[in-house]
């Protein structure tokens, strides 16, 4: 397992108070006399092979073993905390004061890193587990993508009837998450697939094409595979002129998406139902006057708007005098 790495150490000799404080929880017990629920059992042996798709014949049969990676699992409690009062799990104080003590100084979002583990004696169904945990280490405070803050280690000695059995030792990040700068809102992107493909292309090229099917001259948009006047799957194209006029149109007011606002501020905005001189119909943004202006019937002279770096569209502005 691996998660955040940290990109920038704070300098060894930086005054950190906290860390100060922090590291005199170092050596401090997690857990004392923890007990596993139950004892190492062949049902949940058996529902982990399963759901890892591990086949090993070392884990059935009357001589199985536990797989070693299970060794936290039998250290583990139920998700309800209620529901029993002894709840095994040893949990000391010194972890939640340490816990809490980030928390309270804006460290709280954790995040788990890595775990280690080693593996001292087979486990087998039978076996009775108790287990301590120590808070090993904290390390000085870190800058991630994530954000700043500490590495908390601990190191869980997990016994088998008395016996050491493996050890499991966790790093999770307790950290200050990084502000995210604020990106501006971007259209999203069109899906561009074998049908479509070559209507981008126009797009890139600055042209609007339409399909012809070959076989009845009908046009069609958007683009499909085939004729839905005669079924023929044969084409070509023919590049609008960009002279149109507005069939329909709608004004959005909600939800609001900046994206779509010319100016900034999250509007309604008109959506147009544009008849090209050609025929056909093609549903675009109208430009060049407010939304409450768009009306049936307005000139509209094709252009291209690029939204963002990644896209391009075309669009109809309102002819002079429109
Ligand atoms: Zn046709």
Redesign the pocket.
């Known amino acids: 397992m691996s998660g955040p790495q940290d990109t920038q150490g704070a300098r060894a000799d930086a005054p950190d108070p906290l860390y100060d404080r922090l590291t005199g929880y170092a050596g401090r017990p997690a857990a004392t006399a923890g007990t596993g629920r139950d004892p190492v059992n062949a049902p949940m042996i058996r529902h982990w092979c399963e759901a890892m798709g591990d086949t090993s014949a070392a884990y059935r049969g009357p001589d199985a073993v536990a797989p070693p990676t299970m060794l936290q699992a039998w250290t583990m409690r139920g998700l309800s905390k209620d529901s029993e009062s002894d709840d095994g799990t040893g949990r000391s104080t010194a972890y939640d004061d340490m816990l809490g003590l980030l928390d309270g100084a804006g460290y709280t979002s954790v995040v788990a890193t890595d775990c280690e583990q080693e593996y001292l004696r087979p486990l087998r169904p039978g076996d009775r587990i108790t287990f301590d945990a120590v808070i090993e280490s904290v390390s000085r405070r870190k800058t991630t993508k994530l954000g700043t803050g500490y590495f908390v280690t601990t190191r869980m000695n997990v016994r088998a009837n008395g016996e050491p059995a493996g050890t499991h030792r966790f790093r999770v990040l307790t950290y200050r998450p990084a502000q995210r700068k604020k990106e501006p809102p971007l259209r999203p992107r069109p899906v561009i697939n074998r049908d479509n493909a070559g209507f981008w292309a126009g797009v890139a090229e600055h042209r609007l094409l339409i399909q012809r ?6 046009l069609r948009f958007p683009w499909l595979p085939g ?6 799957l044969e ?1 070509d194209t023919v590049e609008a002129s960009g002279e149109g006029t507005v069939f329909s149109h709608v004004v959005m007011h909600h939800p609001r998406f900046p994206a779509f606002d010319p100016s900034g501020e999250s509007g309604p905005y008109a959506v147009a139902l544009i008849e090209p001189a050609e025929g056909v119909r093609v549903v675009g943004n109208v430009t060049g006057v407010p939304y409450d202006k768009v009306s049936v019937g307005l000139p509209v002279r094709l252009e291209f708007l690029r939204t963002d770096p990644g896209l391009e569209l075309p669009v109809f502005r309102a002819s002079e005098g429109g």
Request: proline share 0%.
């Open positions: 099917c070959t076989s009845c001259t009908a004729c839905n006047a005669c079924a023929g084409w």
